[in-house]
C-alpha cells in the first residue's frame, strides 16, 4: 500500500463548480500536510499548509484534515477556468510524501 | 523574500553524454535542498537531499549524483545518461524540519 493515496483523475468541471480533490494516508506519525499546484511545464507551488485536523479557509480554497480516517481534502468553491492544473497532496513528519496527483480542467 | 532558481528549463541530450543541472536558492541561509524526478501520473521520486555543504543523502541507486559546493547550490550531475533519465526534474529547498518544501520550475530532461 502506497503512503499517499490519490485519485489522479482526470476531473472536469464547469466554471463555477464547486470541486473536491482526496487523499488518504497510511501511517498516523504523519502530522503535517500541505497541498499544491501545479502547472503545466512549471513546479509545484504551495497552496495550503496545515497541521491540526479540521478545515483551513484561504480564499475560495479550504483545506480539510481528518487525522481519524487519515483523510485530507481540498474544496475549491466558485472554481475558475485559472484553476485548471495538477493538484498534488503531501503529507510529511521528518520526511515528505507526496500523492500522485489529480490533474483538473475548468470548462468556461 | 526567497526565491529559487532552476536551469536550464529545457535540455536535450544524446545517450551517454553528461549532464549538469543547476539550482540556486536567494533570500535564505542553510537551507535543506532536494532533488526530485516527476514522471506523468506518478508523482514526485525523491532522488538527493542536502541538509548543508557537502552533505547529500541519496534515495535510490541511480545514474545520477548530486553535489553542494555552497550554502545555496545544488547541482545534480551524470557522467553518462541513459534513455531512462528522461523526465522533469525538480529542485526544492526548505528552511526546517516542519516547513514545507519550495519548488523551482524545473528543468525538462529529453535523452536522445
Known amino acids: 500500500q502506497k503512503e499517499v493515496e490519490q485519485d489522479p483523475g482526470p476531473l472536469s468541471v464547469p466554471e463555477g463548480a464547486i470541486v473536491s480533490l482526496n487523499c488518504t494516508y497510511s501511517n498516523s506519525a504523519f502530522q503535517y500536510f500541505m497541498w499544491y499546484r501545479q502547472y503545466s511545464r512549471k513546479g509545484p507551488e504551495l497552496l495550503m499548509y496545515t497541521y491540526s485536523s479540521g478545515n483551513k479557509e484561504d480564499g475560495r480554497f479550504t483545506a480539510q484534515v481528518d487525522k481519524s480516517s487519515k483523510y485530507i481534502s481540498l474544496f475549491i468553491r466558485d472554481s475558475q477556468p485559472s484553476d485548471s492544473a495538477t493538484y498534488l497532496c503531501?503529507?510529511?513528519?521528518?520526511?515528505?510524501?507526496f500523492g500522485a496527483g489529480t490533474r483538473l480542467t475548468v470548462k468556461p | 523574500s526567497q526565491t529559487i532558481h532552476q536551469w536550464p528549463a529545457t535540455l536535450v541530450q544524446p545517450v551517454g553524454s553528461p549532464l549538469s543541472l543547476e539550482c540556486t536558492v536567494e533570500g535564505t541561509s542553510n537551507p535543506n535542498l532536494y532533488w526530485y524526478r516527476q514522471a506523468a501520473g506518478r508523482g514526485l521520486q525523491l532522488l538527493f537531499y542536502?541538509?548543508?555543504?557537502?552533505?547529500i543523502s541519496s534515495e535510490v541507486p541511480q545514474n545520477l549524483s548530486a553535489s553542494r559546493p555552497q550554502d545555496r547550490q545544488f547541482i545534480l550531475s551524470s557522467k553518462k545518461l541513459l534513455l531512462s533519465d528522461s523526465g522533469f526534474y525538480l529542485c526544492a529547498w526548505r528552511t526546517g524540519i516542519n516547513q514545507p518544501q519550495h519548488f523551482g520550475d524545473g528543468t525538462r530532461l529529453s535523452i536522445l
Open positions: 542536502s541538509v548543508g555543504i557537502g552533505q
Open positions: 503531501a503529507i510529511f513528519n521528518n520526511d515528505m510524501r
